[in-house]
Structures are given as C-alpha cells and as structure tokens.
C-alpha cells in the first residue's frame, strides 16, 4: 500500500489567508465574548484556530499529530471537550459572525 503525502507548501499559504480572515473579522474576539472565561487551560480562540485550520487542510487530527507532534501542544480530549462545551453559545458565536461577515 502507497501513503500519499500532504502537500506541505499549501500549508503555508492556507494558514495565511486564515489569519487574515480571522484578523479582519474579529474571529477571536467574537469567540471570547460567546464563551466564559478561562481560568486555565488552552486558550479557546488558540484551540478554534487549531480546527479550522484542519478543515481547510483537508487532515485528520490524527495526521496533523503525527506530522507537526510538537507544534500541537494539547491532545483531542482538549478539543472535544472545547466542541462540546455546553457553556460556549455557538449560536451566537455564529450569528455574531454572520453579522460582521454581512456588515463588511
């Protein structure tokens, strides 16, 4: 059996234009007023980056790990437990977003 590799200079170049969409609209910020503080842990604008990031790489976490092992310092419990959280109002997160996408 072949293992196909990920092109890694795509990488580079989708990471960019995530942070440039997370800068212009605020992304972070809405996030952080969606969601109580932390008083430890990651931060969850850091872990939603993280997941959008996989999405538009077209990866497995799984397979993220096992490339960049110690450039992703948290494990998937941390980032089910982040998608799952009964105390982050995705709702309103998403119509925030919604909002300021449509204003701009």
């Known amino acids: ?50 997941l959008v990031s996989l999405i538009f790489t077209n990866r497995s976490m799984y397979m993220n790990k096992r490339i960049h092992s110690k450039e992703v310092p948290f494990q998937k419990d941390t980032l089910y437990r982040f998608l799952g959280s009964s105390y982050i109002h995705w709702q309103k997160f998403t119509s925030r977003l919604a909002a300021t996408i449509a204003q701009k």
């Open 1 to 50: 059996m072949k293992i196909i590799p990920y092109p890694t200079e795509k990488e580079g170049t989708v990471s960019q234009r995530i942070s440039v969409f997370f800068q212009n609209y605020s992304v972070v910020k809405l996030l952080k007023c969606c969601m109580p503080q932390k008083e430890k842990g990651f931060d969850g604008g850091e872990l939603f980056t993280y």
